[in-house]
């Protein structure tokens, strides 16, 4: 049997392990706690994670090419009502085979609604001749007593676009004639091709010869004229055709005044804008050539096959 002094040196072991056992719990309690108070918690990584992401998009966004801004629609389409988009034709676009072949690069993007005849463009042709008669033509502007005139191949004539448009010619010889196109030269005349009156030819080589290669670019001449505007004949309130003369560069539209804003008319190939329902007949003209410049022409009389002078002309360029 253990003696009263041995079971006293027991308990005092067990007190001993216990209490050891007790402080160590409370060590590493306050170790754990003095860990988990200095670390982050999951709150603050995440946070962390997603400022970071903020800021690595923020960074992407700033060197990130910015996309063009779409083209604005012009003032055109903007005041023209809905109801003319279904009365407007376009001419088909000529095939690539009818494309005149430039011999310098377009040297400008400052006439936006140039059709194939741009600007600063040279084209390469050969130049013909024939006989002018009286110098009126399937461009219709009537007779002229200046000479000075030409027919522009199908292709380049675009469906009338080229009438009344000036452009130099020039021969291999390095002689150069200004003229006015008033006429179209039907196939067998190739893209790029002038078809000069007598006149003009004479002044470039003998008529004897009767081909020889030229280039040719569009002017903008200075003149002292202005615009004249004419109704066809049997023009009226119900239908009318309408006629732009003596402008300084080529006309890309034309448009009439209605009860729902501008309208704009479609081309014949025999250089008239057509109102096939009479709408705005008779009433306010606004032109626009193929730098954009836009003329307003109020107070016209609807007076069929009359030249009517108006006091504007295009800027020239």
């Known amino acids: 049997m253990q003696t009263a002094r041995q079971a006293a040196r027991q308990r005092r072991r067990r007190h001993r392990l216990m209490l050891g056992t007790a402080v160590m719990t409370t060590v590493a309690g306050v170790l754990v706690y003095l860990v988990t108070s ?82 600063a463009t040279t084209y390469k042709g050969v130049a013909t001749a024939y006989a002018a008669a009286d110098g009126n033509g399937a461009c219709l502007f009537g007779p002229s007593d200046d000479l000075m005139i030409a027919a522009m191949n199908t292709a380049d004539y675009e469906s009338s676009r080229a009438c009344g448009a000036y452009v130099r010619v020039r021969a291999a010889s390095g002689a150069s004639i200004t003229v006015r196109i008033t006429n179209e030269c039907p196939s067998p005349c190739a893209p790029g091709q002038l078809d000069l009156s007598e006149q003009a030819f004479a002044k470039l080589a003998d008529l004897k ?49 209605t009860a729902k804003g501008w309208r704009s008319l479609p081309r014949t190939a025999y250089n008239h804008f057509l109102s096939a329902d009479g709408s705005g007949c008779g009433g306010a003209i606004r032109i626009t050539d193929i730098y954009g410049e836009q003329l307003t022409v109020e107070g016209t009389a609807l007076l069929p096959n009359v030249a009517q002078r108006t006091r504007v002309q295009f800027a020239p360029h």
Do not use: F, M
């Not at 779409?70 to 676009?93: F, G, I, K, L, V």
């Open 38 to 119: 200095v670390l982050p918690g999951p709150e603050a990584e995440v946070g962390a994670d997603v400022t970071a992401l903020a800021t690595t998009r923020a960074g992407a966004a700033s060197t990130a090419p910015t996309s063009p801004a779409p083209p604005t629609q012009s003032s055109h389409a903007a005041e023209a009502p809905t109801a003319a988009a279904s009365t407007t034709t376009t001419a088909p676009q000529p095939s690539a085979k009818a494309t005149p072949q430039p011999a310098s690069t377009p040297g400008t993007t400052t006439a936006p609604s140039a059709g194939r005849i741009r600007p």
């Open 209 to 257: 010869v009767g081909r020889i290669p030229i280039t040719w670019n569009l002017l903008s001449p200075q003149t002292h004229s202005t615009i004249s505007l004419r109704y066809k004949t049997g023009s009226s309130t119900h239908w009318c055709g309408i006629q732009v003369i003596d402008h300084r560069n080529p006309v890309a539209r034309l448009e009439v005044r």
